[in-house]
């Protein structure tokens, strides 16, 4: 590669597909190396199908450098980041972009202090001003300040929010291929063990993705074994609000609310639950929020993204007809 | 054996800030300032391996009042030693990992354990800089500790609610998760006992530190954000984008009136927005 | 000269068995004695109590309780009967053989003539009286099985036992030594000696009474010997112990004991103070204070009784634990408690449940053995001055929006509304400081509210153990209203009332509810509720505000002022009323166990038939509030607060 400022990537994947942090990240490197008429590298470690390789390109990778090993072995972040400093060693990039997934975010620090780089964060947005120099954004302080940075160290290192970016347009090409130091060359202190995936029906509340959440317009209590139905099929943990968990309907574990569990997931179905402060202080912050209340005037259709009038004890049965109907196809 | 927890102080993240003269202010009537949670379950953590190797813990903090503050509380909650680095209130987490290196390196301690990421800065710089000096392994993210019989057995959080566990020997760093350990309560009375106790002083100030190069260009209160959905943005322009950076990189909200009518076109609409958001497919790897 | 009538004395009784009764009454005397000291030295070991009650209030409360025992009869009227007979009979009888030796061995001869005819008639009566009381105390407790009586204490069926024997065993030594003295016609007015007489000699062999008479007298001896001795070690102990705790009466109900100093506190029996030690003692296990009590009633683990009755046996070594806490108290029984009072308002010998269930509460607190929702809202108190981790800067906000003047740093203001965290931060007592304000402004009270300085009062911090908290809270409370001059609070909060009036250090600065206040200025006409609908009300008495300010009678009034209301009263209500729950830091912790206490007082009202439950607490109305809808009667029974039904009244 000869053209002048190089971005790279650093892709995670599970072998099959591409997380879609790698797809944004990716489309905004692609983005900042079209103005400053730069390329994009994209990093991958393990074991990368022809499929992901096709992905790459499809999003705008000029290059593709492969580090050889084993899955376990690319899962260790450890690893990865050891590989990247033997790589710049010999190549030095002008930026280095990263998800700020778990996996990123430890690759990113032990790199960081590897090479000694500059290195910004959890970024909202990162570019290459025209003068060469790298800028960052990122919220600070829980999120209630914001900082512009100009990070000076070559490369610069930086993560990317999930969900900052968005998927950026498909500008396909087709990528050369180069390659890394394997992940075997690299000498690591922490072993992998194990990898326990979460249970949804027993993970705890507060790190569940998904979750459907029940309130006292579920009706009685026979209708329960439906919404674990609804819960399973979706990938979901059950919760409830306040009067469920006292009247016995569920453990105190799965409570959501002020005096329960303060709850983050991704997904938040809440079905016939009002919306009362006390409950929503405990969920407010979810990510995306279905909620399902015949009355209209509840309080939860304010933090909803989808809004559900709908009487639940005919829904429901349509709502899990359809689902299963989607799974068997 | 020996057992460092390195905590900060950071200000209470529910209470709203101002920015004058680029200087971070409270708008309270006194300063609320505390642990942040992953400290906080990096020192119970601590006192409980401690109480089972018989060990003792040594707190440390960097900075000036605020770095005093912290240790007090932690000699409070039951740390047997506080030492404070003397230094600016800085935020530099790697200038800060080189003093506290120096400390570390000469006073034969068998683990470190620190808050994975601050409640300010939030970079996870800090953990990762101590191990690269000490030339210790570094395990991140951790939401458990065994001891193992040649060193430590952990789980990592991951996302999604799984859990990878690994395997290192000590000495090491752990940069912990906030879910690692419930923060007990320290009460008033031990915390004015514990205002007493000494703290030991050690220099903080390094001369021959590599830049890095991190500057700040602008810090201003953050927007407030509209309410993010999990799906992906199509054919942003770049003005979209400009548009993001104002706003915090955050898509709208969608806006909409009710779903409603006969329960089989209600479903197929729900389905239809989990499936556009990707709640439907199985939960990727 | 000596009337013929009169009383003979130990006439039958040989010379050795004269010896033996002194000896052997002296004996048990002697081990009584021991007994008493020995439970006075356990009572000794515990610590200083710094100030007692005036001593005219003590000896009021001495002559109502120990003496009349009017509180006795007071919920339960055959028991305090019951006690009167068995108390005055003991009485009178003993007496009667003070008298007797005083006849007797100093040889002052009072029972002769007149006099002892009086005295034979009299004692006899109360005899009869002292042995059916004791019939009435076994068929309670062993024949209908009274359920608060439930608690059995080693020694019980000996107290009464030897009590009846003593009594029964009495009358038929009197029944042989009328026989013996032949049958004098006078001694009839000792009729119930003659009536046992009458019965026995069909018994008597050979009219040979001198062997019945002195068999009789023996037996009589060993009853009173055994009693006496035994006296101290079963419950009748608190013959001494009960008077003794009603005369060192130290707290009134609302103030709790104040500890100082760096030292963590201790769960041991040193670590109490003597009077609560005595208090152990002093109790009878009536039962009537888990009768009484709300989470007792909701099935939660706390019974009060037990409480008492558990450390009891522990300070005397009845027990096998060693740990008080874990051990003799779970604390699930002490975290169960809404510190309501209810309890020690019936007690009827003075106990004072609350200041131990909160001394070791203070224990478990300071050792970090708490629920992770209490240690939050004390972190939050601590650092943000309100219970529920809100910024202070939002502190005044609902008073902001209505323009109520708030005060900025350092402003002079006469009377300030002191709003209170929930008043402050939730929306369900939000609506009542703002009817409270609508209501102030309407009437012209000049006022001011405090902004982020006001902070938490404390009331929960202290009765949940965290005394270093509740002390840092109350300091800076007191500053702030010492640098504002305030002259006057109106308090939203009947528990910032209570600690403002009883735990804090306001000399010279009036302090009022906002019930009271409002319904005074009804009072004056400078309120007019002139709107009504017709509403059927129950008022339901805040603990912090009835029972423990004595406030029954403004609400009541002011509601009484609205046109169309119909007010009805729940059978437990003023001083009886039925805990809502939220008191002691209920609202921050959570026992699991049994109802919900707001469920069992909702249930009560419910029953009466009401639209409207009125209360003047907010977090009365917290607690039940949502109580109505989780019953699927949303809408057709709501709480509401005075101050919002008097501002719906007054347009």
Not at chain 1, 294 to 317: S, Y
């Amino acid at each position: 590669m000869t053209k002048a400022v190089q971005i790279w990537v650093i892709a995670e994947t599970d072998g099959e597909r591409l997380h879609e942090v790698t797809i944004e990240a990716l489309g905004d490197a692609r983005e900042q190396a079209d103005r400053v008429r730069g390329s994009v590298s994209v990093a991958a470690f393990g074991a990368v199908g022809e499929a992901i390789i096709a992905q790459l390109g499809r999003y705008g990778a000029d290059r593709v450098l492969l580090s050889a090993g084993g899955s376990e072995q690319a899962r260790s972040a450890e690893r990865a980041a050891g590989v990247l400093a033997l790589a710049l060693a010999k190549e030095t990039p002008r930026l280095i972009l990263v998800g700020a997934t778990s996996f990123g975010r430890d690759l990113a620090s032990r790199l960081a202090a590897a090479r000694k780089l500059s290195f910004a964060s959890n970024c909202n947005w990162v570019k290459i001003a025209p003068d060469g120099s790298v800028e960052a954004a990122r919220l600070v302080y829980g999120g209630r300040l914001y900082a512009r940075v100009r990070l000076t160290s070559a490369p610069a290192l930086a993560s990317l929010r999930p969900g900052a970016a968005g998927v950026g347009k498909p500008a396909p090409r087709q990528p050369e291929m180069g390659t890394l130091p394997a992940l075997a060359e690299v000498p690591v202190r922490v072993e992998h063990v194990a990898l326990v995936k979460a249970d949804p029906r027993t993970v705890d509340i507060t790190e569940a993705e998904r979750i459907v959440a029940v309130g006292r317009g579920i009706g009685s209590h026979d209708s329960l074994p439906l919404y674990q139905r609804l819960a399973d099929r979706l990938g979901a943990s059950m919760a409830a609000s306040r009067p469920l968990v006292d009247a016995g309907w569920l453990q105190f574990e799965r409570q959501v609310g002020q005096t329960g569990r303060v709850v983050s997931p991704r997904l938040y179905l809440a079905a016939g639950i009002s919306g009362a402060s006390h409950h929503t202080l405990g969920m407010k912050t979810s990510e995306c929020v279905v909620a399902i209340n015949r009355d209209k005037n509840a309080e939860i259709f304010k933090l909803a993204d989808l809004k559900v009038a709908c009487d639940l004890e005919t829904l429901l049965p349509a709502l899990l007809e359809k689902l299963e109907a989607k799974r068997a196809a | 054996m020996r057992i460092a927890v390195c905590v900060k102080q950071v200000l209470d993240s529910g209470v709203p800030l101002r920015v004058v003269d680029g200087v971070v202010r409270q708008e309270a009537p006194w300063p609320i300032a505390h642990l942040g949670a992953a400290d906080r379950a990096a020192l119970e953590e601590g006192l409980k391996l401690a109480g089972k190797l018989a060990g003792v813990v040594t707190a440390i903090s960097a900075g000036q009042e605020a770095a005093a503050a912290a240790l007090r509380f932690c000699l409070a909650r039951g740390a047997g030693r506080a030492v404070q680095v003397a230094r600016g209130d800085d935020l530099d987490p790697v200038a800060t990992a080189l003093a506290v290196s120096d400390l570390l390196a000469g006073g034969s301690f068998g683990l470190v354990l620190c808050g994975g990421e601050s409640g300010d800065g939030g970079s996870g710089r800090f953990p990762a800089e101590l191990a690269a000096r000490l030339d210790w392994p570094l395990v991140t993210a951790v939401a458990a500790v065994t001891l193992d019989s040649d060193g430590l057995k952990l789980e990592r959080r991951i996302e999604r609610g799984d859990r990878e566990v690994v395997r290192c020997g000590l000495p090491a760093v752990l940069a912990v998760d906030p879910i690692l350990a419930e923060a007990r309560y320290v009460s008033v009375r031990a915390r004015r006992v514990a205002a007493n106790e000494p703290i030991d002083l050690f220099r903080g100030e390094v001369s021959g530190v590599d830049v890095i190069g991190d500057e700040l260009i602008a810090l201003e209160p953050a927007k407030p954000r509209p309410k993010r959905t999990s799906g992906p943005a199509a054919g942003l322009s770049a003005m979209d984008r400009l548009a993001h950076a104002i706003t915090g990189g955050v898509q709208q909200k969608q806006s909409g009136g009710f779903v409603e009518g006969p329960p089989a076109t209600v479903a197929a609409e729900i389905l239809r927005f989990l499936e556009e958001r990707g709640f439907t497919g199985e939960r990727r790897g | 000269m000596t009337s013929p009538i009169g009383r003979q004395i130990l006439g039958n009784v040989p010379a050795w068995l004269q010896v033996a009764m002194y000896v052997a009454t002296l004996g048990a005397c002697a081990v009584a004695a021991a007994k008493v000291i020995a439970q006075v030295r356990r009572w000794r070991r515990g610590g200083v109590e710094e100030r007692l009650l005036p001593l005219a209030d003590r000896l009021r409360d001495f002559a109502r309780r120990a003496l009349a025992q009017r509180d006795i009869g007071e919920r339960d009227r055959l028991a305090g009967v019951m006690h009167a007979m068995i108390f005055w009979g003991f009485a009178v009888l003993f007496l009667a053989t003070v008298l007797t030796f005083v006849d007797h061995d100093l040889g002052i001869h009072i029972l002769h003539g007149p006099f002892y005819l009086f005295f034979a008639f009299v004692v006899d009566l109360f005899g009869v009286l002292f042995v059916a009381g004791l019939l009435l105390a076994i068929y309670r407790r062993y024949v209908v099985q009274l359920h608060k009586l439930g608690y059995g204490r080693p020694g019980d069926a000996a107290a009464l036992g030897f009590l009846l024997l003593v009594g029964v065993t009495g009358f038929w030594l009197e029944g042989a030594r009328i026989a013996v003295t032949g049958w004098p016609g006078y001694e009839r007015l000792s009729f119930g000696g003659w009536i046992s007489a009458l019965l026995m000699s069909p018994f008597v062999p050979a009219n040979d009474w001198h062997g019945v008479h002195r068999a009789l007298w023996g037996l009589h001896v060993v009853t009173i010997t055994g009693l006496f001795a035994s006296l101290p070690f079963t419950r009748l102990i608190h013959m001494f112990a009960t008077p003794a705790n009603i005369l060192v009466r130290a707290r009134p109900l609302g103030a709790l004991r104040p500890v100082h100093g760096d030292a963590p506190p201790r769960a041991a029996l040193e670590s109490f103070t003597w009077k609560q030690l005595l208090e152990l003692d002093a109790c009878t296990s009536c039962g009537r204070c888990s009768a009484a009590c709300p989470a007792t009633t909701a099935g939660k683990p706390l019974s009060p009784m037990l409480i008492i009755q558990h450390l009891r046996e522990h300070m005397s070594g009845e027990r096998h634990d060693t740990r008080i806490l874990g051990g003799v108290v779970q604390p699930d029984e002490l975290w169960s408690c809404t510190t309501c009072g209810a309890c020690e308002e019936t007690c009827p010998v003075a106990i004072n449940h609350i200041d131990r269930i909160v001394d070791l509460r203070r224990v478990l607190t300071d050792q970090g053995e708490i629920q992770s929702t209490a240690a939050r809202a004390m972190e939050s108190m601590l650092g943000k001055g309100n219970l529920w981790d809100y910024a202070p800067s939002e502190r005044a906000r609902w008073a902001e929006r209505l323009g109520v003047r708030v005060l900025r740093d350092g402003e002079p203001c006469e009377t300030i509304y002191w709003t209170g965290c929930a008043g402050s931060y939730d929306e369900q007592a939000r609506k009542v400081s703002e009817s409270v304000v609508a209501l102030l402004q309407r009437a012209g009270v000049t006022f001011g509210v405090l902004g982020p300085r006001e902070g938490c009062s404390g009331d929960f911090a202290r009765r949940l153990g965290e005394e270093g908290l509740f002390q840092e809270l109350s300091r800076r409370n007191v500053e702030t209203i010492r640098t504002h001059g305030v002259k006057r609070i109106i308090t939203h909060c009947p528990h910032c009332l209570n600690t403002f009036l009883k735990e804090y250090d306001l000399d010279g600065v009036e302090i009022v509810h906002h019930s009271v206040l409002l319904e005074g200025l009804v009072r004056e006409g400078r309120l007019r509720p002139t709107r009504g609908t017709a509403q059927r009300v129950t008022y339901h008495d805040p603990c912090y505000l009835g029972r423990y300010n004595g406030v029954f009678d403004d609400p009541r009034t002011a509601l009484g002022a609205i046109p169309q209301v119909e007010l009805k009263e729940m059978p437990r209500s003023r001083e009886r009323s039925f805990c809502c729950g939220g008191g002691g830091g209920q609202v921050l912790v959570d026992v699991k166990a049994g109802e919900r206490v707001p469920n069992v007082r909702f249930a009560e009202a419910e029953a009466l038939g009401v639209d409207v439950i009125a209360t003047a607490c907010p977090f009365c109305k917290i607690m039940l509030a949502p109580v109505p809808a989780e019953r699927g009667l949303e809408g057709k029974i709501v709480v509401k607060d005075v101050a919002e039904l008097l501002a719906e009244a007054c347009v």
